[in-house]
């Protein structure tokens, strides 16, 4: 009898395994041969498994929803818009989670050049901000945030603070702690 291959189960394996590559060695270490080494799977499987070039995007696709899921989970069982806020920007910086914080930025880099990626992270982006955005109106909603504040622009200033975060603590200039200390005195003045 033949055997039964869970096909999304190889395809999350084969994404850790471009993930892990690139966050030791840079996205040029994404090869075929590296990648289905790493996987533990042929490099047939791993052409069966993407279309051409689907692989890497895939990848960061993987990164994306890891990164939801997490903030996901620490948010759970929260409802202070204090809480959500704050979690959800320290997860936006991925500075837990050094190796994905590698891994986006390199995608980031890339998506200068490849049109494939800098749509993924356009709506991502999209999707954060509008998140933010809601975030904020829902705190406000709540009494938890001043009414006066303004959602679209604070948002954005968040957005665009944990991306430099990111950045600040791959290249070991901020650590985790640090990030988490410079978003609640960024949010600081939202509290009544």
Do not use: N
């Not at 993987?62 to 939801?68: G, S, V």
């Amino acid at each position: 009898m033949p055997r039964q291959v869970d096909h999304d189960a190889r395809r999350q394996r084969i994404a850790d395994a471009v993930c892990e590559l690139i966050a030791e060695r840079g996205i040029e270490a994404a090869t075929l041969r590296d990648v289905a080494d790493r996987a533990g799977v042929s490099m047939g499987a791993v052409q069966r498994s993407f279309p051409k070039d689907g692989m890497l995007r895939f990848a960061l696709e993987h990164i994306i929803a890891r990164t939801t899921e997490r903030a996901r989970s620490r948010i759970d069982g929260s409802d202070h818009a204090r809480d959500l806020l704050r979690i959800t920007v320290h997860e936006m910086t991925l500075a837990e989670s050094p190796a994905e914080a590698r891994v986006w930025l390199t995608f980031v880099a890339q998506a200068g050049v490849r049109d494939e990626f800098a749509a993924v992270l356009r709506e991502q982006h999209a999707k954060a901000l509008e998140l933010l955005e809601w975030l904020i109106a829902y705190g406000q909603h709540a009494g938890h945030i001043r009414a006066e504040i303004d959602p679209a622009p604070e948002a954005r200033a968040l957005q665009a603070m944990a991306d430099g975060l990111t950045q600040h603590v791959v290249l070991g200039h901020t650590t985790p702690a640090e990030a988490r200390a410079l978003i609640d005195r960024a949010t600081s003045g939202f509290w009544p």
